[in-house]
């Protein structure tokens, strides 16, 4: 089958890989998402991703603890999802490898850019844990600045909402979705896609992201495929 993109960098929020029970990580869940990520990668698509850690910590709700020790954990966090995650590919027979931004040797290769794009080339699917290895910044950055190092087409943000409202449509029910917008106006109005770093990272190295619900995990095939499927942001 072919498909719109070649190279993508996917951001899966580690809300998501908890599943109902909303802690941890859940099987079921986690295979759900690695089935259409081995259909890509079987359609010759080359795939990152980037993992979040909320489901096991987030260290902004952590007031009275030091912020760049609460992100340090936050780190771990992703890289506990990063290996689930590949863990769960490899039962599916898709070739993967975990990089870290933070040396672990023992679990994970470290990040290392050319190193990277050659697993991808080689159809190997590329996971990056740890953010960007530094405090203070989302795994949202971290998804921009991959995708920039690895020159990726497009990232796909998976998340928990079918797209992108003019304001939350949880909480306002005639939140009205957009289908396309800008990055200025994501940036002007605040809203709630991703951190105004990356998207001024993504704005500025021009790379577009499609935010999609992974409630429906085949929305990730049918969005490489170039069905329209959640909004997408654009310079």
């Known amino acids: 089958m072919e498909t719109k993109y070649k190279r993508i960098l996917l951001k899966l929020s580690g809300e998501s890989l908890a599943g109902d029970q909303k802690m941890g990580i859940n099987d079921e869940t986690v295979r759900s998402f690695c089935e259409p990520i081995k259909k890509c990668v079987e359609a010759g698509v080359e795939v990152g991703i980037v993992v979040g850690g909320g489901n096991f910590w987030r260290g902004r709700s952590s007031e009275n603890m030091d912020r760049a020790r609460a992100d340090h954990m936050g780190m771990l966090a992703t890289t506990i999802n990063a290996l689930g995650v590949a863990d769960a590919l490899e039962q599916l027979g898709v070739p993967v490898r975990v990089q870290t931004a933070i040396s672990m040797q023992q679990i994970a290769e470290p990040y290392i850019r050319s190193r ?52 939350d449509p949880k909480k306002n029910p005639n ?22 770093t990356a998207a001024s990272l993504c704005k500025d190295n ?30």
Not at 116 to 136: Q, S
């Open 175 to 196: 939140a009205v979705k957009y289908n396309t917008i800008k990055y200025e106006e994501i940036l002007s109005k605040d809203l709630a896609v991703m951190d105004s």
């Open 206 to 235: 021009n790379i577009p992201i499609l935010v999609f619900s992974v409630e429906n995990p085949d929305n990730i095939f049918a969005a490489v495929c170039g069905e329209e499927v959640g909004t997408l942001v654009v310079k």
């Open 116 to 167: 990277a794009i050659r697993h991808l080339e080689k159809g190997r699917v590329v996971i990056f844990g740890c953010g960007t290895g530094n405090p203070f910044f989302s795994t949202d950055t971290a998804a921009a600045l991959r995708a920039a190092e690895i020159d990726a087409e497009i990232i796909f943000k998976a998340t928990m909402v079918d797209g992108v409202y003019d304001s």
